[in-house]
Every structure is written in structure tokens, then in C-alpha cells.
């Protein structure tokens, strides 16, 4: 660590400009952690004092830390090397070089993020980068370029900046990027950190275009074996997103799931609740087209929307024209179809809110189902019949039959 305080004042005029890190002349801020632009109330003070008293970032000399100042992937990387205590040394080149190449030795970085040049280095940190940095710290790994913001979200590394909402193209702050650290840190030490459900399954479908592994857990489970003989590291990546395109077999369809969404009916704050519009004027179907029998009230139930479109149709005599993509869920079944014809919700049952079909979704009860013989599926399908029907497998689950 000899080295690092060369390269900090290397660094220094760098620093000064772009609100950066490292500054030996800001010591006085570092010495006495309290920052005109920064009280006691603010969301990150915490954070920016232990940064500031554990030396890997400063305050400015007119004592303000500038908390909403924006950080470069640069200056990002040399925070995080120098938090993490990583060994610096020597390195020709600008005065991030060194942090650099410890970045890629330790595996903070990678080519495939972005380029190793001066100008990719000096932009502003994504959010999306500071996942990748995040996650890699703690140990994560994933040879998926767009997964890296779920495992920071699920390592309760990185919170959602709004519910349901991670922004992976927002801009880093300097706030940001030293509670982001605070918690790299802190996990390392074995700490288990508060996750954000709502982030975590935001970014499940900015991977893979689903969040039902987040939302509802309990209802895909199946046998390690199963996944692990395909060569996936969990269940999760059992989810087919190529099979999120359905094309007809003569080429004169297609419709296209931009996500399926599942939604908690018990948790009035779910932030997909407003895919489904008013809620009061949804009907669950039994069988029964004369009986209207309401979703209000069957909160111990989950919704999985279909966000779907139809890409064309181009023979409306041999495919149903409709917005959405036809689909079908298999696994949540009961043996007490009495009990259903009489309106207990005890199955998966399409939504509808004028007639059956005029809804893309499914509500399911979170208990009281069976699996019955066949496979946990979900599929995407042709909306015709005969031998122009087909369809694709989102999911394939054996289940615990």
C-alpha cells in the first residue's frame, strides 16, 4: 500500500475537478467528517462519514462533500481498490492506471464491459456498471452480460431508486457509490444485507424477462438434479428467453412476450398492481360463463401477467387476431373440481374483465393446488387449432410430483 499515496497525489488536480477521491490536501475534511452539504438527515450521511474516517474518499476544502456530484468509472474503481485494501503498485499511464490493473487482476473488470481506454474510463458510472463492479466484489459470477444487476439486487447490494424501479442507465453520485461500498464492505465481513423484493425483481426481468423466481418462489421448485444436469447454476436459468417469440410453423403469425410479470395480491404496494387496471371490475373464470366471480378478495393468490403483443397476423382466417400472445399454464391444477364450479378459487384460472380472454393473465392460489401428472409448464402457443397449432416452452419444470 506504500504506493497508493503517490499515486493519490498524482491524482490530486484530477480529483479537485471532477469531485473525486484521494485528495492529501482535503485531509482536514477526512480528520472531522462533517460536511455543510450533508446533514445529519441525509439518506447517505451515515455512509459518508465511515467513508470519509476509513480514508478512501475525502471531502472538499471548503467543507462540502458534493454528495450529488456525479462519479467516473474511474474514480469508482479507485474507491472501491482502495476500500477493499487491494494491493497497488507502479503502472506508466494516467493516474488511474494502477487501480486499473488492479481492477482486472482481481476480476473487478472485465474487457466486455466496456473499453479500457481514457475516454470509456473519464464517463460518468452507470448504475448498471456499478452493479458489475458490486457483485464481482462479493464474489459473484455470471458469464451473462445482463444479470449482473439482479445478483447485485439479490446480494442487497444495490436498492431500487423507486419501487419496482433499478434504473441500470442512471447515473452514479458520489452518495451512491460510497454506500454501495459501505456494502460491499459490510458483506465481505459475512454481514447479511436488507434486500429490496421490488428491485430484485425488476432486475430478474431486465435478465431474463420474468420475475415469478422472485415473486413467488415457493410455487417453481423442483429437484437440484433437474437443473443441475442441464448445466444451470440455479433454478432460474431454467426460464427459456429464447422461447419468448412465437412464429407460426408457415411463418403468417407471431407474437412476441416482452415479460411475464407475477404480481403478490397480498401486498397492496406491489408495484406491478397497475398492470391490471382496476382491480374491482376483474373476474376470475371457473367454467362457468354466467357466474362473475370477482379477483377482489383473493389476496392469498398471485397474478402472472403476460406483457405480450402480437407481432402480425397476415391470415386472420387461420389465426384469432388479438393484441396479446396466447398462452398456457400447467402444474396448478385441483382434484376438487366441485369446489371450482361452485367459485372456490382452488386452481390456476384465466382473468377476464368484460369476456374470458380479454385479459393476459392467470391468477393462481398460493396454497391448495396439485401438481397432478404432468409437468410444471408455461408455454407461449399459436392461437389456431389442428395442425397449424404449436407452441414454444418458456418453462419447464418437473416439480415434486
Same mark, same amino acid.
Given at each position: 500500500?506504500?504506493?497508493?499515496?503517490?499515486?493519490?497525489?498524482?491524482?490530486?488536480?484530477?480529483?479537485?475537478?471532477?469531485?473525486?477521491?484521494?485528495?492529501?490536501?482535503?485531509?482536514?475534511?477526512?480528520?472531522?467528517?462533517?460536511?455543510?452539504?450533508?446533514?445529519?438527515?441525509?439518506?447517505?450521511?451515515?455512509?459518508?462519514?465511515?467513508?470519509?474516517?476509513?480514508?478512501?474518499?475525502?471531502?472538499?476544502?471548503?467543507?462540502?462533500?458534493?454528495?450529488?456530484?456525479?462519479?467516473?468509472?474511474?474514480?469508482?474503481?479507485?474507491?472501491?481498490?482502495?476500500?477493499?485494501?487491494?494491493?497497488?503498485?507502479?503502472?506508466?499511464?494516467?493516474?488511474?492506471?494502477?487501480?486499473?490493473?488492479?481492477?482486472?487482476?482481481?476480476?473487478?473488470?472485465?474487457?466486455?464491459?466496456?473499453?479500457?481506454?481514457?475516454?470509456?474510463?473519464?464517463?460518468?458510472?452507470?448504475?448498471?456498471?456499478?452493479?458489475?463492479?458490486?457483485?464481482?466484489?462479493?464474489?459473484?459470477?455470471?458469464?451473462?452480460?445482463?444479470?449482473?444487476?439482479?445478483?447485485?439486487?439479490?446480494?442487497?447490494?444495490?436498492?431500487?431508486?423507486?419501487?419496482?424501479?433499478?434504473?441500470?442507465?442512471?447515473?452514479?453520485?458520489?452518495?451512491?457509490?460510497?454506500?454501495?461500498?459501505?456494502?460491499?464492505?459490510?458483506?465481505?465481513?459475512?454481514?447479511?444485507?436488507?434486500?429490496?423484493?421490488?428491485?430484485?425483481?425488476?432486475?430478474?426481468?431486465?435478465?431474463?424477462?420474468?420475475?415469478?423466481?422472485?415473486?413467488?418462489?415457493?410455487?417453481?421448485?423442483?429437484?437440484?438434479?433437474?437443473?443441475?444436469?442441464?448445466?444451470?447454476?440455479?433454478?432460474?436459468?431454467?426460464?427459456?428467453?429464447?422461447?419468448?417469440?412465437? !412464429? %407460426?410453423? *408457415? &411463418?403468417?403469425? =407471431? +407474437?412476441?412476450?416482452?415479460?411475464?410479470? $407475477?404480481? @403478490?395480491?397480498?401486498?397492496?404496494?406491489?408495484?406491478?398492481?397497475?398492470?391490471?387496471?382496476?382491480?374491482?371490475?376483474?373476474?376470475?373464470?371457473?367454467?362457468?360463463?354466467?357466474?362473475?366471480?370477482?379477483?377482489?378478495?383473493?389476496?392469498?393468490?398471485?397474478?402472472?401477467?403476460?406483457?405480450?403483443?402480437?407481432?402480425?397476423?397476415?391470415?386472420?382466417?387461420?389465426?384469432?387476431?388479438?393484441?396479446?400472445?396466447?398462452?398456457?399454464?400447467?402444474?396448478? !391444477? %385441483?382434484? *376438487? &373440481?366441485?369446489? =371450482? +364450479?361452485?367459485?372456490?378459487?382452488?386452481? $390456476?384460472? @384465466?382473468?377476464?374483465?368484460?369476456?374470458?380472454?380479454?385479459?393476459?393473465?392467470?391468477?393462481?392460489?398460493?396454497?391448495?393446488?396439485?401438481?397432478?401428472?404432468?409437468?410444471?409448464?408455461?408455454?407461449?402457443?399459436?392461437?389456431?387449432?389442428?395442425?397449424?397449432?404449436?407452441?414454444?416452452?418458456?418453462?419447464?419444470?418437473?416439480?415434486?410430483?
Amino acid at each position: 500500500m506504500k504506493t497508493m499515496t503517490k499515486w493519490a497525489s498524482v491524482a490530486l488536480s484530477a480529483a479537485l475537478t471532477l469531485g473525486s477521491i484521494g485528495s492529501t490536501t482535503q485531509t482536514a475534511s477526512a480528520a472531522s467528517p462533517k460536511f455543510s452539504d450533508v446533514t445529519s438527515t441525509h439518506w447517505a450521511a451515515g455512509a459518508i462519514h465511515n467513508a470519509v474516517a476509513k480514508g478512501y474518499v475525502d471531502g472538499y476544502t471548503n467543507g462540502t462533500f458534493k454528495p450529488e456530484a456525479s462519479v467516473t468509472r474511474a474514480e469508482f474503481v479507485k474507491m472501491v481498490v482502495v476500500a477493499m485494501k487491494l494491493d497497488v503498485k507502479d503502472a506508466a499511464g494516467r493516474w488511474y492506471s494502477p487501480y486499473v490493473d488492479v481492477a482486472v487482476n482481481q476480476g473487478l473488470y472485465a474487457a466486455a464491459d466496456f473499453a479500457n481506454s481514457e475516454a470509456a474510463w473519464n464517463k460518468t458510472m452507470t448504475r448498471d456498471d456499478m452493479a458489475r463492479v458490486a457483485a464481482r466484489a462479493v464474489g459473484d459470477k455470471t458469464t451473462e452480460n445482463d444479470k449482473w444487476m439482479y445478483l447485485a439486487t439479490k446480494s442487497g447490494l444495490i436498492q431500487g431508486v423507486a419501487a419496482g424501479q433499478v434504473a441500470p442507465k442512471g447515473l452514479t453520485t458520489r452518495a451512491q457509490a460510497v454506500v454501495i461500498i459501505e456494502r460491499i464492505l459490510s458483506k465481505n465481513t459475512g454481514v447479511t444485507l436488507p434486500v429490496d423484493r421490488y428491485a430484485v425483481g425488476a432486475a430478474e426481468i431486465l435478465w431474463h424477462g420474468t420475475n415469478i423466481f422472485t415473486v413467488m418462489p415457493e410455487m417453481f421448485v423442483t429437484p437440484e438434479s433437474d437443473w443441475k444436469n442441464k448445466g444451470k447454476s440455479s433454478v432460474e436459468e431454467m426460464w427459456n428467453e429464447k422461447a419468448m417469440t412465437i !412464429t %407460426s410453423k *408457415d &411463418g403468417l403469425y =407471431q +407474437a412476441k412476450l416482452d415479460a411475464l410479470v $407475477a404480481i @403478490d395480491m397480498a401486498d397492496p404496494n406491489d408495484p406491478n398492481r397497475s398492470l391490471l387496471g382496476d382491480i374491482n371490475t376483474l373476474k376470475w373464470y371457473n367454467g362457468n360463463p354466467w357466474m362473475k366471480i370477482p379477483v377482489k378478495g383473493n389476496t392469498n393468490t398471485y397474478v402472472m401477467y403476460f406483457k405480450s403483443k402480437q407481432v402480425f397476423n397476415k391470415d386472420e382466417s387461420k389465426y384469432l387476431n388479438r393484441p396479446f400472445a396466447q398462452f398456457s399454464v400447467r402444474g396448478f !391444477t %385441483s382434484n *376438487d &373440481g366441485a369446489a =371450482q +364450479a361452485a367459485g372456490k378459487l382452488n386452481r $390456476a384460472s @384465466d382473468i377476464y374483465r368484460n369476456a374470458v380472454g380479454d385479459v393476459p393473465a392467470i391468477i393462481v392460489p398460493k396454497s391448495g393446488t396439485v401438481q397432478g401428472m404432468f409437468d410444471m409448464t408455461i408455454t407461449l402457443q399459436t392461437p389456431t387449432s389442428g395442425s397449424r397449432f404449436s407452441e414454444t416452452d418458456l418453462l419447464v419444470l418437473r416439480g415434486l410430483q
